[in-house]
C-alpha cells in the first residue's frame, strides 16, 4: 500500500513539473524562446525587425528599461552583429537582417550589471 501511495505521489509530481518546464519554453510572441540560468529570452526575428523579451522561468515578464543586448547573427559565412535597446516590455533594433530559416543567433543580455548568453536557431 505505501510503495503504491509513493508511485502514485511521484507521477502526480512529475505531471505536474512537465508542464511547468515546458510552458518556460513556450514562445508568447511568436519567436524563438531559449533558456539561460537567469532567465528566459525568446527572441522575434523578422527581416526589419529584432525583438528580444525576457521573462522568468515561471514566466513573468522582466523590466527591461536598465537592460542592452548585443546579437550575432550567422547566416551562412555571412556575420552581423546589432544592438537591441528598450523599447517598451522589449529590447528591440529595426534595420536590415538576414533571418532566414537556419539562421544562428547569439544573444549576450545584460540586466542589472549581469550579462547571460542565449543561443537560437531561427525556423
Known sequence: MKKTLNTIIAGTVLALAIPMALASEKPFHGGVVSET???DVELV???T???LHLRDHD?????VAQA???????AGTEKQ????KPVGDKLEATGSFK????TKAVAVVTVAGKPST???TLK
Do not use: I, M, Y
Not at 514566466?59 to 523590466?63: E, S
Open 118 to 120: 542565449a543561443r537560437f
Open 45 to 47: 526575428a523578422k527581416p
Open 68 to 74: 542592452s543586448a548585443k546579437l550575432t547573427l550567422l
Open 99 to 102: 533571418v532566414g530559416p537556419g
Open 37 to 39: 540560468k537567469a532567465f
Open 49 to 51: 525587425l529584432l525583438q
Open 59 to 63: 514566466g513573468k515578464p522582466l523590466a
Open 81 to 84: 552583429e546589432v544592438e537591441l
